[in-house]
């Protein structure tokens, strides 16, 4: 019963590709969030989307677009692939309290992204 | 420029012996810490906070100690298990001003060994 999930778990694609990941929360949260793992290992925020309008844009360049049809899903698509986009991804859940406080998140498995 | 720093990449412990990880920040206005759990091929689990209004926090095994004037935090696990292998991510917010993103450190990848 998994509470947060991505698809797919491995992407494989070639420079100048367009591709899309998924997301979906069955946890109820109104708070969704794209982190990427780069070869560095950091975990750094890109999107946060709260009831399905953007909260943070952490200067991604634009060829990477969220987009939130509902508070249960944040996908994530990518234009014009690079080698520097090539990391993990992943995506996170959170509930947001009273005076926008935020809550634990909750994260995904990742999805592995190489670019050849 | 890095928020949170988790200076030791790994720590090995014998099992049932005390694990230590520690953690340092530098942005004042961070009031909120958890401490995240990361097994290879799944995404980080959150494992404890605490709020800067608390020294310490207490959860079963595990033990968070916030020494704000130091800008310090460490995680304790008495007793370690060798199922307690795993990366361990530190990470900060500012609760106070609303929705700031989680800063996590690099990860301290922790060997328990039986």
């Known amino acids: 019963d998994t509470a947060v999930s991505q698809t797919p778990k491995y992407l494989v694609t070639q420079m100048g590709n367009d591709k899309s990941i998924k997301c979906e929360q069955n946890?109820?949260?109104?708070?969704m969030y794209w982190y990427k793992q780069d070869s560095k290992k950091f975990l750094k925020i890109m999107f946060s989307?709260?009831?399905?309008?953007?909260?943070i844009n952490e200067t991604v360049p634009n060829r990477f677009s969220p987009k939130s049809p509902d508070k249960a899903h944040l996908n994530l698509h990518i234009n014009s692939l690079e080698l520097g986009d090539s990391a993990v991804y992943f995506c996170?859940?959170?509930?947001?309290?009273?005076?926008?406080?935020?809550?634990?998140?909750?994260f995904g498995p990742g999805t592995r992204l190489t670019v050849t | 420029d890095q928020q949170v720093k988790q200076n030791s990449p790994s720590l090995s412990v014998q099992e049932g012996r005390i694990s230590i990880l520690n953690c340092d920040y530098t942005?004042?206005?961070?009031?909120?810490f958890l401490w995240y759990k990361k097994y290879p091929a799944e995404g980080p689990t959150f494992l404890i906070s605490?709020?800067?209004?608390?020294d310490k926090n207490e959860d079963g095994r595990f033990t968070v100690f916030l020494n704000k004037s130091a800008k310090h935090l460490s995680l304790h696990i008495v007793p370690s298990q060798p199922g307690d292998s795993a990366v361990y991510f530190c990470?900060?917010?500012?609760?106070?001003?609303?929705?700031?993103?989680?800063?996590f450190g690099k990860g301290t990848r922790l060997s328990v060994i039986a």
């Open positions: 996170a859940s959170s509930q947001q309290g009273g005076s926008g406080v935020i809550y634990e998140q909750y």
């Open positions: 946890l109820g949260h109104d708070t």
């Open positions: 989307y709260n009831n399905k309008e953007l909260i």
């Open positions: 942005n004042s206005m961070f009031d909120y």
């Open positions: 605490i709020s800067s209004i608390k």
């Open positions: 990470a900060a917010s500012s609760r106070g001003s609303g929705n700031t993103p989680l800063v």
